[in-house]
């Protein structure tokens, strides 16, 4: 479930229920620092604290389960004042600095501040969390002092960390092991038990099941480290890997992962930084699962396996990094439904949409163990198929998904349009599931120009469009496997569609498609950016692909850092919402990919513009999940959206896919040659450089050069028969 709705009820319209997955915002949100190594990742404060300040996604969390709630490092029961903390540039280490406070012993002062500095290193690996606090004394003379951690762990399941409350919860213990370990256990209703294992080195002075204290005298200049680990579920029975030789471990699978990835280098350094970031976070979000790498959706609260997220990162990234989408399709096609199963909106031929291994989630307290409700999952795991091929020519790898392809086919043509009128359509079976199903799942994103909610079955645009782009790569799919009458009606299929979906969704009145039809086959007459995610299936007219470009580009959908997914002439619009008006990198980042397909290449350049000088403004220069819609003021940043999980997998995608759209880039495997199909770079762009672009056996360095409105393309480096060529349309 991905839904954070507002819950403003506009004029004098009937309230729609608050969603029962709503996330509250009920504290100020403070500085964050996220880690995070497959199935484990860390919340923790600018401190590197859990819990010491105010802020509910705290903590260090494994498999859906906040494993530890709490711990705080305190000095003489003081908090320490807080230097520098610095995430390292691949995420792989969190460094703070720290110093003292004064201290006193009544009225006197015993310690003046700055005597002591304290780093505190933490990263994670391997589902242990790692730290360690080297302290050194700066003062000319001896220092005693008290070095204590306290430490906690609720066990919460994430859906309660995100403010569901449960009526029974399990039962949690702590023991003291030995000298210096403790573990922390919960038995759940479920009959699972977790647990955390506290390990500190070296052994504590005290040590109970809530506080480790050293009592230490340091001479002066002495240094001396102290190091602890939370292994989670069983991981303690063996002791962790030392410290630095994790720490050495941990860093070396970060680099090896990115080896045979495309680079970027620009004339521009603060978009080199941006690019830096959002490849270090993408590597961060990506987990080695047992079908390939896959792209968990973003942290605190999406760090699993979603389909739509995934998928849609995939396409982002295709360019340069194929194994993505390749790990993504893998995953989805060993999960893809085999039965009909109401609670979970599971149907044959269905494409997951999001999947918990949680205590709620195996006593299905909420729906998402393996939850199937969402309406455009399946197509955009066709469309992620066959853009894969035509990316990179893997026929091993469709032959080998080619069964669960045409299942999803029979799903788009089946259960997905339950009442056979060419377009599909998505109803939840039961109340537990989520009301909307398309990627604006909030309970109030599809609405009537009058500002009423639509009542289902509710048939999406842009999943037409998804619909219609599926169709199209299948039948190429379908020839190149050798099924040439499968491959004509697939086409004839997609020819069909889009005039049927010309005739159903246009609305001259507002001049772009409608948002969606409800059940009744009524249209939602709403400007929104979903008719731009249209433009990129390529389904729309080249007369109406402009009309919908001018529409996007007005003011009241401009924000002048993006595209809102909301026009501010709609009745249900709200700057602040999470998508009736708010601006989200990776909307805009398909919003341009579909402005390219058409031509609209200085539309393009806007929206990259936008999103690149909203990044500038960002915390080191990462786009978060989603920021408010405000319209752009001299002199001022984007404001962000309190809740917004940062780094979110497709909006650390975004500036990738950008890029794409700027340059026209595309592949033929069969002609072995890179397209550059009316490229252009943006004003803040002199030079790009792409190194190590591969394709089949092949691959070049190329810089891209700005000539005003023009490009120029000098080969650096070839391997193999690779060419190159610009084409102008």
């Known amino acids: 479930m991905k839904a954070d709705p507002s819950a403003s009820i506009i004029g004098c319209m009937d309230p729609a229920p608050e969603s029962d997955f709503y996330i509250p915002a009920t504290v100020p949100m403070r500085l964050r620092r996220n880690l995070k190594h497959d199935d484990t990742f860390a919340v923790v404060d600018s401190h590197g604290d859990i819990g010491a300040s105010a802020g509910c996604s705290d903590g260090i969390f494994h498999a859906d389960t906040r494993y530890l709630s709490y711990f705080e490092f305190l000095l003489n029961g003081r908090q320490l004042l807080l230097l520098d903390s610095n995430v390292r540039d691949d995420n792989s280490v969190l460094t703070v600095d720290l110093t003292n406070p004064d201290i006193y012993f009544g009225s006197k002062l015993v310690l003046h501040k700055d005597v002591l500095h304290v780093t505190r290193t933490l990263f994670l690996w391997r589902g242990t969390a790692y730290q360690r606090f080297g302290v050194q004394n700066h003062d000319g003379l001896p220092v005693s002092l008290r070095l204590s951690f306290s430490f906690g762990g609720d066990f919460a ?83 962790p890997a030392p410290f630095f030789r994790g720490l050495v471990s941990a860093a070396r699978v970060t680099k090896d992962a990115t080896a045979d990835v495309a680079t970027v280098e620009t004339s521009n350094d603060l978009f080199n930084q941006i690019l830096c970031r959002s490849t270090a976070d993408l590597r961060m979000l990506i987990t080695e699962t047992a079908q390939g790498p896959y792209p968990y959706a973003g942290i605190p609260w999406y760090s699993t396996t979603f389909g739509r997220d995934g998928v849609i990162t995939a396409i982002q990234m295709l360019w340069c990094d194929p194994s993505i989408a390749r790990g993504v399709l893998k995953r989805l096609a060993a999960y893809q439904a085999r039965d009909f199963d109401s609670i979970s909106d599971a149907e044959p031929g269905k494409i997951l949409h999001e999947m918990r291994s949680g205590e709620m989630a195996i006593l299905r307290e909420v729906p998402f163990g393996l939850y199937y409700g969402s309406v455009d999952s399946t197509p955009l795991f066709v469309m992620l198929a066959g853009l894969y091929f035509e990316r990179t020519g893997d026929s091993d790898t469709i032959m080998e998904l080619w069964p669960r392809i ?133 389904v729309a007219s080249r007369v109406r692909a402009a009309a919908v470009t001018e529409c996007l580009m007005r003011p009241s959908l401009f924000s002048g850092w993006g595209v809102r997914t909301l026009s501010q002439e709609e009745r249900r619009y709200n700057p602040m919402s999470y998508h009736n008006g708010s601006v989200w990198p990776h909307d805009n980042a398909i919003i341009a990919l579909g402005f390219g397909r058409y031509g609209a290449q200085r539309s393009v350049e806007r929206v990259f513009k936008g999103m690149f000088e909203a990044a500038t403004y960002m915390d080191i220069g990462r786009l978060p999940e989603l920021f408010c819609g405000f319209q752009r003021r001299r002199g001022r940043g984007p404001t962000l959206y309190p809740v917004a999980c940062a780094p979110q997998a497709w909006a650390s995608a975004t500036p990738f896919a950008l890029l794409q759209a700027s340059l026209g880039l595309s592949f033929n495997p069969e002609m072995n040659e890179i397209r550059l199909i009316n490229p252009r770079l943006p004003s803040f762009l002199d030079e790009v450089i792409l190194r190590h672009l591969r394709l089949g056996a092949s691959s070049l360095d190329l810089a891209i050069g700005r000539h005003d409105e023009e490009v120029s393309l000098r080969v650096l480096r070839r391997e193999g028969q690779l060419r190159v060529s610009a084409i102008h349309t």
């Open 157 to 239: 399941d994430i859906f309660e960390v995100r403010g569901i409350r449960r009526q029974r919860r399990g039962v949690a213990t702590a023991r003291v092991v030995d000298e210096k370990k403790v573990v922390l256990s919960y038995e759940g209703l479920d009959g699972r038990v977790r647990a955390s294992t506290l390990t500190f080195d070296p052994p504590p002075t005290e040590l109970n099941s809530s506080v480790a204290s050293y009592a230490i005298d340091l001479a002066r200049g002495e240094r001396l480290s102290l190091f602890a680990t939370v292994s989670c579920d069983g991981r303690g029975r063996e002791p």
């Open 406 to 538: 045409v299942a999803a086919l029979a799903w788009i043509d089946g259960p997905g349009d339950a009442d056979r009128d060419g377009f599909v359509e998505y109803h939840r079976q039961t109340d537990q599931g989520l009301a909307n199903q398309g990627w604006k799942d909030s309970h109030d994103a599809v609405f009537h120009s009058d500002g009423q909610l639509a009542k289902g079955p509710i048939a999406l645009a842009e999943v037409q469009g998804y619909v219609f782009m599926a169709k199209q790569l299948a039948a190429r799919m379908a020839r190149r496997l050798g099924n040439q009458a499968l491959g004509d009606a697939l086409d004839r299929q997609a020819s069909e569609l889009a005039a049927r979906f010309e005739e159903a969704f246009w609305c001259p009145e507002i001049g772009t498609y409608a948002l969606a039809l409800d059940g009744a086959k009524k249209q939602c007459k709403v400007r929104t950016s979903n008719a731009g995610q249209v433009l990129f299936t390529g």
